[in-house]
């Protein structure tokens, strides 16, 4: 059974970088896509984007400049690295597995990331 | 980016009622679209992919149906578990995205 499971602050200073790490039990993220995904109450689900089995990452054109998904096969764990943030990135994040690139068919429960000072 | 809009945004039904939530893309996604249920505070769950393929485990009161710009999610026979929001996502091209959800109430 895969499970995926989010940690990180839940609280996060204006201008300031935003991290997560996602560690995922029962599959190895050597194989499929992993994924972040977040949802604000104005903007609804957003994809950040993804990191490849292989290592290479692809991104929300929206969020390119600002974001990093890395990855630590050793302890099976993919992470978010978001900078600058502000409140417009407070959401719920989530990780989840991504079929080649395109369905995601395994979540994590989210984690609340507010952005205030 | 390709936009994705559903309707209805929110739906009050019974149990056993047939539902229909439509989504409708920006433009022709050919079949690349999948359907997921989320409950407060759980993992979204992946009901439909590639348009009209169950995915394994889920109900078969779920189906979903069309290509091109126009697609539905039919629930056959609501049941109580049934609650939750409903999102369609597209993956004809990149960024993926999610339509703005709508909110079944039992």
């Known amino acids: 059974q895969v499970q995926l499971r989010e940690s990180g602050p839940g609280l996060v200073k204006p201008s300031e970088t935003l991290s997560l790490t996602c560690s995922v039990s029962g599959d190895s993220i050597s194989r499929y896509y992993w994924t972040w995904i977040r949802q604000s109450p104005g903007k609804g689900l957003e994809w950040i984007g993804y990191i490849f089995y292989n290592g290479g990452t692809s991104y929300n054109p929206a969020l390119k400049s600002r974001v990093t998904i890395s990855r630590d096969t050793s302890k099976n764990q993919f992470s978010l690295t978001l900078t600058s943030a502000t409140a417009a990135d407070t959401a719920v994040y989530y990780c989840?597995?991504?079929?080649?690139?395109?369905?995601?068919?395994?979540w994590g429960q989210g984690t609340q990331v507010t952005v205030s000072s | 980016d390709i936009q994705m809009t559903q309707s209805p945004s929110s739906l009050p039904a019974s149990v056993g009622d047939r539902v229909t939530i439509t989504c409708q893309a920006s433009r022709d996604i050919r079949k690349f679209l999948n359907w997921y249920q989320h409950k407060p505070g759980k993992a979204p769950n992946l009901l439909i992919y590639?348009?009209?393929n169950l995915e394994t485990g889920v109900p078969s009161r779920f189906s979903g149906s069309g290509s091109g710009t126009d697609f539905t999610l039919t629930i056959s026979s609501l049941q109580p578990e049934d609650y939750g929001t409903y999102y369609c996502?597209?993956?004809?091209?990149?960024?993926?995205?999610f339509g703005g959800g709508t909110k079944v109430e039992i």
């Open positions: 989840a597995r991504s079929r080649y690139g395109s369905t995601f068919d395994r």
């Open positions: 590639d348009a009209t």
């Open positions: 996502q597209q993956y004809d091209s990149l960024p993926r995205t």
